[in-house]
């Protein structure tokens, strides 16, 4: 019995001992440094132990699934000075590897690109260092749920980092954050061809983009592309590109555009031609006299826009300049006042203009002021000014009606300390009701022949005694 018992008790240890060696053999540790070189394809995980300076062709290449490659601080660099490989690539996932993570070192000096995956899924790209290519520093082509965070791509060519659709229908839910995009040719960031849905364009710094081509800006969604869906553009900042901020292109529909800061963009801070974008909370902010032409422009074909809580300052044409459908413009603040320069006054056309091409814009709760012509001027159809506040014209009028705009209501809207008339209505295809108007340079109100008066239109303090013409005014 003694002697049976004793060797249970071998046998449990001789068991024990090898599941730990089983345990040991199959839960290697990470890999160490491994010298590789150029054009090495990579089918385990690799940490980079030197440099790869002057490669040929591609950089490295990956070669499997589930892998890390770790640069280790070093520096992948090819040869576009010199003239390499037009195809050469730094790092290639073109192969569609899943699960593959790019990080910690150098990319530079390639002629097409820096990181390119095409029909891979989950793949993280980050803490890259990268200069110098020709089209892009980082392409996403097809595949879902990648992940493009903190890298630094400088003079990455036509775009800095890219998202295109693949073969496959549609490319999904990939994101982009708090990379640091400087000097592209044509965009910082674009989702540019074929069916892109849900991707995330988050905490990015975009700067120093020359916009060689027409439709650059800092952050482009939806040039040349067939559909690209509920796209969210959040907390990025944008300053000093020859181009615009934030371009919402016409094969976009559902884009939320939140919470950006935009300064001293050469085009419109926001651009929107695309399906029922959102716009709301962002912040423009021109610190140099006629840097930013517009803070939001609706172009025609944009419909169901939403623009609502921004913050324009500065803008030298326009603060929001409407030619879409349906716009709902909301709660916003207009100023034209120039930080840096505040004895200078920007809005040469109006705070907010409503385009003669723009139809049943609702206009609604505005604060504009300290323009340098109008607060507002209405040339669209069906157009909506309500509870709006507009303050201080150097020249021109309040809100000014022009002759071919039909169908607009001016309601409950104060005009006030405007060099010209208050409300000025050009149009007799106009109702006012309830508004109120003071301390302009010439009437409150000044209306032609044949406009509704909806009654309870109040003025005062207005430089021309009559204080109102064209409507029944009563004291405030």
Same mark, same amino acid.
């Given at each position: 019995?003694?002697?049976?018992?004793?060797?249970?008790?071998?046998?449990?240890?001789?068991?024990?001992?090898?599941?730990?060696?089983?345990?040991?053999?199959?839960?290697?540790?990470?890999?160490?440094?491994?010298?590789?070189?150029?054009?090495?394809?990579?089918?385990?995980?690799?940490?980079?132990?030197?440099?790869?300076?002057?490669?040929?062709?591609?950089?490295?290449?990956?070669?499997?699934?589930?892998?890390?490659?770790?640069?280790?601080?070093?520096?992948?660099?090819?040869?576009?000075?010199?003239?390499?490989?037009?195809?050469?690539?730094?790092?290639?996932?073109?192969?569609?590897?899943?699960?593959?993570?790019?990080?910690?070192?150098?990319?530079?000096?390639?002629?097409?690109?820096?990181?390119?995956?095409?029909?891979?899924?989950?793949?993280?790209?980050?803490?890259?260092?990268?200069?110098?290519?020709?089209?892009?520093?980082?392409?996403?082509?097809?595949?879902?749920?990648?992940?493009?965070?903190?890298?630094?791509?400088?003079?990455?060519?036509?775009?800095?980092?890219?998202?295109?659709?693949?073969?496959?229908?549609?490319?999904?839910?990939?994101?982009?954050?708090?990379?640091?995009?400087?000097?592209?040719?044509?965009?910082?960031?674009?989702?540019?061809?074929?069916?892109?849905?849900?991707?995330?364009?988050?905490?990015?710094?975009?700067?120093?983009?020359?916009?060689?081509?027409?439709?650059?800006?800092?952050?482009?969604?939806?040039?040349?592309?067939?559909?690209?869906?509920?796209?969210?553009?959040?907390?990025?900042?944008?300053?000093?590109?020859?181009?615009?901020?934030?371009?919402?292109?016409?094969?976009?529909?559902?884009?939320?555009?939140?919470?950006?800061?935009?300064?001293?963009?050469?085009?419109?801070?926001?651009?929107?031609?695309?399906?029922?974008?959102?716009?709301?909370?962002?912040?423009?902010?021109?610190?140099?006299?006629?840097?930013?032409?517009?803070?939001?422009?609706?172009?025609?074909?944009?419909?169901?826009?939403?623009?609502?809580?921004?913050?324009? @300052?500065?803008? =030298?044409?326009? $603060?929001?300049?409407?030619? *879409? /459908?349906?716009?709902?413009? &909301?709660? +916003?603040? #207009? !100023?034209?006042?120039?930080?840096?320069?505040?004895?200078?006054?920007?809005?040469?056309?109006?705070?907010?203009?409503?385009?003669?091409?723009?139809?049943?814009?609702?206009?609604?709760?505005?604060?504009? @002021?300290?323009? =340098?012509?109008? $607060?507002?001027?209405?040339? *669209? /159809?069906?157009?909506?000014? &309500?509870? +709006?506040? #507009? !303050?201080?014209?150097?020249?021109?009028?309040?809100?000014?009606?022009?002759?071919?705009?039909?169908?607009?209501?001016?309601?409950?809207?104060?005009?006030?300390?405007?060099?010209?008339?208050?409300?000025?209505?050009?149009?007799?295809?106009?109702?006012?009701?309830?508004?109120?108007?003071?301390?302009?340079?010439?009437?409150?109100?000044?209306?032609?022949?044949?406009?509704?008066?909806?009654?309870?239109?109040?003025?005062?303090?207005?430089?021309?005694?009559?204080?109102?013409?064209?409507?029944?005014?009563?004291?405030?």
């Amino acid at each position: 019995m003694a002697g049976r018992q004793s060797r249970r008790t071998s046998s449990r240890t001789a068991a024990v001992a090898l599941l730990a060696l089983g345990a040991f053999v199959f839960h290697p540790s990470p890999a160490a440094a491994q010298p590789v070189g150029c054009g090495a394809v990579l089918t385990e995980d690799t940490t980079l132990a030197a440099d790869l300076i002057d490669c040929p062709g591609d950089g490295l290449v990956i070669g499997a699934p589930g892998i890390t490659v770790d640069l280790g601080g070093h520096t992948v660099s090819g040869q576009i000075i010199q003239g390499g490989d037009p195809g050469q690539v730094g790092i290639d996932n073109s192969a569609g590897h899943d699960d593959v993570t790019i990080r910690n070192g150098t990319v530079s000096y390639f002629q097409r690109g820096g990181v390119h995956l095409a029909g891979a899924d989950r793949n993280l790209v980050t803490g890259l260092d990268m200069f110098l290519f020709d089209e892009f520093g980082i392409l996403i082509e097809g595949g879902s749920d990648n992940r493009i965070a903190a890298n630094t791509p400088q003079a990455p060519g036509t775009v800095g980092i890219e998202v295109r659709g693949g073969a496959t229908p549609t490319t999904l839910n990939n994101v982009i954050a708090d990379n640091v995009v400087t000097s592209s040719s044509s965009a910082g960031i674009a989702l540019r061809s074929g069916r892109i849905a849900g991707t995330v364009v988050e905490g990015n710094e975009v700067t120093g983009n020359s916009n060689e081509e027409p439709w650059g800006a800092a952050i482009v969604v939806a040039y040349r592309a067939v559909d690209v869906t509920a796209t969210t553009v959040r907390g990025n900042t944008a300053y000093r590109n020859f181009g615009g901020g934030v371009f919402v292109g016409r094969a976009a529909e559902g884009t939320v555009v939140e919470r950006n800061a935009l300064r001293d963009n050469g085009a419109a801070e926001i651009e929107n031609t695309g399906d029922r974008t959102v716009i709301r909370s962002n912040t423009v902010d021109s610190q140099i006299p006629g840097s930013t032409t517009v803070g939001v422009q609706l172009n025609i074909g944009s419909r169901n826009a939403q623009v609502t809580a921004n913050s324009i @300052r500065g803008a =030298s044409l326009a $603060g929001i300049d409407d030619s *879409g /459908r349906r716009s709902d413009i &909301r709660l +916003n603040i #207009v !100023d034209g006042q120039y930080t840096a320069f505040p004895d200078d006054w920007a809005g040469w056309l109006a705070g907010i203009a409503v385009r003669p091409e723009a139809t049943g814009a609702d206009i609604e709760g505005n604060v504009v @002021r300290r323009q =340098s012509m109008n $607060g507002m001027v209405v040339g *669209g /159809r069906n157009t909506l000014l &309500r509870y +709006n506040a #507009v !303050d201080q014209t150097l020249y021109g009028d309040g809100v000014l009606v022009e002759p071919g705009a039909t169908g607009t209501r001016v309601e409950r809207t104060v005009a006030t300390r405007h060099r010209d008339d208050g409300i000025d209505v050009d149009s007799a295809a106009t109702t006012l009701t309830g508004n109120l108007a003071t301390d302009n340079g010439d009437l409150g109100i000044e209306a032609v022949a044949g406009v509704i008066d909806g009654g309870g239109n109040r003025a005062a303090r207005n430089d021309n005694p009559t204080q109102c013409v064209g409507v029944t005014c009563t004291a405030p």
